[in-house]
């Protein structure tokens, strides 16, 4: 049904909005019930500033090289220098659907669309009642370099990073302290460092953005999850829980649409109390690792747990269905719906099929590579988490897991 190219911005992108509104009324929904949520946001940061911050790597990449055998305290200088500007770029990148000067005067203005539709506790009154918010992202996009291969390409960058700093710090050593190391293993350490960098920066370099994908994987598979989900909840609401179920537009170009959200509701979320699923990309028909994942930690070091009492409960409700679910760790190329949630301390977790992303952001994401059997575990043990929770919810206010009023 959404197996069609829909960038954010695009008619692709405003038919998908109308047929999520079709759907949500086929399912049962006044129209009163279903919201739609209309903004504007700027391509700048998911397009522009990403080559711009490229090119500033690379380019103090090759003045560390460059200036390394000329004094190591200027080369010392040069990296200090390019991390703060990194630094300042990415406090920048924190509320960018706010387009700003940059955003307005360097980038393309488009106009998107969120849908969703909100069911209220059925025990305690909505202002006091938590949230759940179960969403997917309803726009697709084609790049260069498929998702896969992006997310190679990151790892190569950040890793080299962190290595060309050890043989930096390994220089200096050897330069200013008795300790004589391998000049030749240091000095190759550098240039093999520098060299991986400045080829992974080359390629994101070349990294465009494309409205051909179909979107089948990403994200008919979360959206038909979402709709499923909100079918079996409109007729058995939770007690102590607002249930939100929402088609976020604008992912692809920077997760807008739920940053948006986010902002324009967040004054009925509670911290403490508020919890997010997100779909992305589920099943890849076909391949060895077709199962049903979830993003259980991220970073470098330390790793950081992402939302813990979320995944406790995915692998318990995995447990009950019977389902073969498998947490994992991500060190870097992980930007989705729940950013915007994370960012402002609301336990979000992502459900997801890593192997999905052989097929992603290009022409070959089409429906044959959707497994229903996955999808269905998937909504499955996303529906038993949140029912949990609910029939829990007692007993985590007790334990002061739950943020409750007394």
Known sequence: MFNFPRLAGTEGEKAAVDLTVD????????NSQIKKEHFEFSDFYSTTLIKLIMVI????????????????????????????????IVKGLRHPETPGFWGE???????????????????????????????????????TFKTSWRVVLYRIWLYSGIFLGSFLIALFIRTYSPLKLNL?????????????????????????????????????????????????????????????FCQFSAEELGTMGSRIFVNNHEEQFIKGRTFHFNLDMISCAGNSRNRVE?????????????APLLSKYLENSAIEEGVNVKGFHLSVGAHTDSVPFHLRGYDSV??????????THNKNDTLDKVDSKVLLEAALITRQSILMIDNDYE????????FCEV
């Open 105 to 143: 005067y360097y980038g393309n203005m488009h106009s998107a669309t969120n849908v969703f539709v909100k069911i209220p506790a059925n025990k305690l009154p909505t202002t006091k009642a938590g949230n759940i918010i179960i969403s997917a992202h309803l726009d697709s996009k084609s790049q």
């Open 294 to 306: 979830y993003l259980e930690s991220y970073g470098v070091l330390p790793r950081k747990k992402i």
């Open 57 to 88: 790597n690379l380019t103090f990449s090759l003045f560390i090289l460059m200036f390394v055998y000329v004094d190591l305290f200027l080369s010392l200088f040069v990296i200090g220098t390019g991390i703060v500007l990194i630094l300042l």
């Open 395 to 402: 007993l985590l206010c007790e334990k002061k897991e739950l």
């Open 23 to 30: 759907v949500f009324r086929e399912i049962g929904f006044e």
């Open 184 to 244: 030749i293993v240091v000095g190759t350490g550098i240039w093999i460092s520098t060299i991986l960098i400045s080829m992974s920066n080359i390629f994101l370099l070349f990294q465009n953005t494309q409205n051909e994908s179909p979107g089948a994987l990403d994200n008919a598979s979360g959206m038909a999850i979402v709709f499923v989900l909100s079918n079996y909840f409109k007729d058995n609401p939770l007690e102590n829980f607002n249930l939100w």
């Open 350 to 359: 992502d459900i997801v099929t890593r192997a999905a992303g052989k097929y």
